[in-house]
Every structure is written in structure tokens, then in C-alpha cells.
């Protein structure tokens, strides 16, 4: 049975045969395409499916639509007709119209694009050249002019060139000393927040001297071992050096012991150096160290507490006025909190002082009555670190208390960026509400950080 009269299978068009049609007598025709294919090595011609655009010489059974006829599609030869070298790949051929198609190779034009470029910058390179060295030729003009100007001619007729005065460096002045900031209240001043518990809450930038946040700043409050600030100003300044001694008597210290003021521990007939009642007046908040400061500088305490009032009276200070040097409790013994902050400004400006109030612990010279020493540490940093807020650390302060005036703090906390604030809390009902409330001031001037307060423990 030849090709054409073959049974055709369900759904297959004859133009779809595996097999091209066959002449009389069994001869294979070449493909209805015309290709020119050259026959294989076994006789036969590589088959390739015909475009659909020739389906028209064979119409499609009734009912059928005739196949659609795409612009350009890929067909591949029949593997099963070609040689073993060409089956690894089929022939691919890109038909068009009925008709292959050749591609041609596109120019590189990246040479060209490159060169261009670089002649561009070439350019631009020498006009900038240009614009500067021209700039520097009028520049040399001008100063050639203005020399020529400013010249006058001698007897001979020369140019002499005027005679530039010598630079002479200003005389050296002394700088400033300490000032005491008294914090102004003004429209950028807010309320304390209702998180802070005490009474008495006051916070300034010691930079600009305004208040920040304020309650009751004005109104005469206790300062308890606050008062140690200015006692240790006082000493200060009075005293030559930090290498005096001084030896401690039981006549000193056994009042102390009897009202119950805090002591750094010194011994009677102990003989210490001047550094060492600083830091025991600083840290531990030593009695016996401030009425030997006050001994030492006035003979009496009574009578340094005279010189404590001078000192304030320097300052500007006018709702303050001292009794003692330690902060025992007295009805005359009082300030306020806006003027507390204004003597913590004035010592935090002396840097021996503010490096000695900033220690976390600090031992004393080795005695006889205290072969090692005395360890001293800070009331404030066994409460804090100092880190409690980020963006901010707590350097320094001062705590205080009696009966009178309950918990007290006064407080320096530096910001990333250099700037200072101090923070008042007096009336505390505990020893942590100092701390909390410092905390949450200084949170005050990070709007942006979460506070972070201790918990309330027994502290170490």
C-alpha cells in the first residue's frame, strides 16, 4: 500500500505523515518544500515538516478549521533520517513565510561609543586646567597691582615695599574661675512629671542655666549631707595643699557618735592626710571628716559655718544659710532646691572636687589605729551605676537625710554629646525615690529613650 493511499489515523491530517509521498514505482519525490537536501547515507532525504502556510494543497477533513499560520516559527529536521553525527543535535531552522531566514551579525559599535567618551573627558579635563590657571594669572595680576599701588618710590626711584607689622600673640589671661549657676525659670520650663514621688524635684542645663522641669524650687527645704558641697568648696579653697595632716580626738568624734551622724570610721589620735577626709566627706558622707576639714580651716566648726555663709553670699545665694559643716539637722540650717543646684555647679567646676566626688571607692592612707586602711565607698553608686539610661550616664552627686528632710539627692549627668544636667529630689519617703526620680528627670532630656530604674532591693 503506498503512502497517499494509506489509511489515515483518527485526527491526523496527511500533511502530518511520517513519510513523504512516493513516486510510481516505489521512488520517494523530493519534499514538497523543495529544500534541496542532499540524500543521507542511506538513500534517504531529511525530513522536514512542511510550513503551514502550504496546508492549503490539502484541505483539512469536513469539519475541521485549518491550523493557524504563524509569521516566523522553529521546526526541527526528523532525527530519525539523519546521519549518527547529526542525531547529538536536530537541525534547527528558523522559517519564515515558508522561506529560511539568516540573521545577520550585528556591528560592534563599542569602540566607537568608548572613544567618543573618552574625548568628551578630554575636553572637560582641559577646560577646568584652563579655568584654573587662568584664575591663578589674575590672581597674580591683582596682587601685582595692589603691591605697585601700595609701593612708594625712594630717592633713587625704587620701589620700597610697605613694612608689615609683626604679629604679636595676645597677653596671657588667666581663665575664669568658678561660678555658681543659678538655674532661670522661663516659658520652655515644664512641670515635674507625676512619676517623680518627692515633693521637691528640681532639673537644670547647666550650659545654657535654665530650668528644665521644676516643683516647688523655691520653697525652703532641709539639705541634710547636701551641705557637705559647699563645706568641701570652702575647705578648698582655704586650705594650701592636700599633704596637711590632721589627727582626729576623741572630744571630735564622740558628739558625733551621741547625735548619731554618719561617720567614715577614723579613730581617735589617727593622724590622716587632708586627701583622705575629701574622700571621706565625699563618699560615705563622713561626719568626722567634714568637722576636721572645719577644724582645720576655722579652728571651730561654728566659725567655718561663718565662712559657708560668706561663700554663699559670693555666689548670689540669698534663701541659704549653714550652721554646720555636716548637715545636722537646725531650723537655720536651710536653702532651696534651685539654689542647691547652683552650688553643685560651682564644684562640679573645680575638677579636683568633681574627680573626687566621682570615685565609686576610694582607701584611705595605712595608720596605725587602721594598718590597711579604710575602704571608702559612694552612698550613690551602691544604689546605681550610672548607666541606667542610654544616650546618658550619671557621673556624680551627693545623697542626704535626716528626719527632717528625708531622702535627698543632688546629681550630675553628662549626655553622649557632652552636655550637662543637674537633678534636686528632696522628701523622699525611702532611699530609692532619690534614685528613681534622678532617673526619670534625666529621662527627661532623652524623650526618645525607655527608662530604665533599678528594682527595689536591699541595697549591696
Not at 33 to 57: A, E, I, K
Not at 210 to 228: F, H, N
Not at 246 to 252: D, E, G, I, P, R
Request: net charge negative.
Amino acid at each position: 500500500m503506498n503512502q497517499q493511499n494509506r489509511p489515515q489515523q483518527s485526527g491526523q491530517h496527511p500533511a502530518y505523515s511520517r513519510r513523504p509521498p512516493q513516486a510510481p514505482g516505489g521512488v520517494r519525490s523530493n519534499p514538497p518544500h523543495g529544500n534541496g537536501s542532499v540524500p543521507n547515507s542511506r538513500g534517504g532525504y531529511p525530513r522536514v515538516v512542511p510550513p503551514q502556510q502550504t496546508l492549503h494543497r490539502q484541505p483539512p477533513p469536513y469539519g475541521q478549521q485549518r491550523p493557524a499560520q504563524p509569521a516566523s516559527r522553529q521546526i526541527y529536521a526528523d532525527p530519525n533520517r539523519l546521519g549518527r553525527a547529526q542525531q547529538s543535535a536536530p537541525v534547527r531552522i528558523q522559517v519564515q513565510s515558508g522561506l529560511p531566514v539568516r540573521r545577520r551579525r550585528r556591528k560592534k559599535r563599542w569602540p566607537a561609543v568608548l572613544l567618543a567618551t573618552l574625548f568628551v573627558m578630554l575636553i572637560a579635563v582641559g577646560a577646568v586646567v584652563g579655568m584654573v590657571l587662568y584664575r591663578r594669572h589674575e590672581e597674580a595680576r591683582e596682587l601685582a597691582a595692589q603691591v605697585q599701588n601700595d609701593s612708594t618710590p625712594n630717592t633713587a626711584g625704587e620701589l620700597v615695599l610697605p613694612v608689615q607689622p609683626e604679629e604679636t600673640e595676645p597677653p596671657e589671661t588667666e581663665p575664669p574661675g568658678p561660678a555658681a549657676v543659678m538655674a532661670a525659670s522661663d516659658s520652655s520650663t515644664v512641670p515635674v512629671s507625676e512619676k517623680v514621688e518627692a515633693p521637691y524635684a528640681f532639673l537644670m542645663d547647666v550650659a545654657s542655666g535654665t530650668a528644665i522641669a521644676e516643683r516647688l524650687p523655691d520653697e525652703r527645704i532641709y539639705p541634710a549631707s547636701m551641705t557637705k558641697v559647699m563645706t568641701l568648696i570652702v575647705a578648698y579653697e582655704e586650705l594650701e595643699s592636700f599633704d596637711q595632716t590632721f589627727t582626729f580626738t576623741a572630744a571630735l568624734i564622740n558628739p558625733l557618735v551621741e547625735a548619731n551622724a554618719s561617720r567614715a570610721g577614723f579613730a581617735a589620735g589617727e593622724t590622716v592626710p587632708v586627701i583622705d577626709l575629701f574622700y571621706a566627706a565625699a563618699l560615705p558622707s563622713g561626719a568626722d571628716a567634714t568637722t576636721a576639714l572645719a577644724e582645720m580651716v576655722a579652728g571651730s566648726e561654728a566659725a567655718f559655718a561663718e565662712r559657708m555663709n560668706a561663700k554663699a553670699a559670693e555666689m548670689g545665694l540669698r534663701a541659704t544659710h549653714f550652721v554646720n559643716a555636716s548637715g545636722l539637722h537646725d531650723d537655720n540650717h536651710y536653702s532651696t532646691l534651685r539654689e542647691v543646684a547652683a552650688i553643685f555647679s560651682y564644684a562640679m567646676q573645680i575638677e579636683p572636687l568633681r574627680e573626687i566626688m566621682s570615685a565609686y571607692q576610694y582607701t584611705t592612707a595605712s595608720t596605725p589605729q587602721n594598718p590597711e586602711g579604710i575602704r571608702l565607698s559612694s552612698t550613690l553608686f551602691s544604689y546605681l551605676s550610672g548607666d541606667e539610661l542610654p544616650g546618658m550616664k550619671i557621673i556624680t552627686g551627693k545623697t542626704g537625710y535626716t528626719l527632717e528632710a528625708k531622702r535627698c539627692l543632688v546629681s550630675m549627668a553628662v549626655r553622649d554629646d557632652g552636655r550637662e544636667f543637674i537633678a534636686v529630689i528632696v522628701g523622699g519617703e525611702n532611699k530609692w525615690i532619690p534614685i528613681t526620680d534622678s532617673v526619670e528627670l534625666y529621662a527627661a532630656c532623652l524623650p526618645t529613650v525607655p527608662v530604665d530604674v533599678p528594682e527595689e532591693t536591699t541595697a549591696a
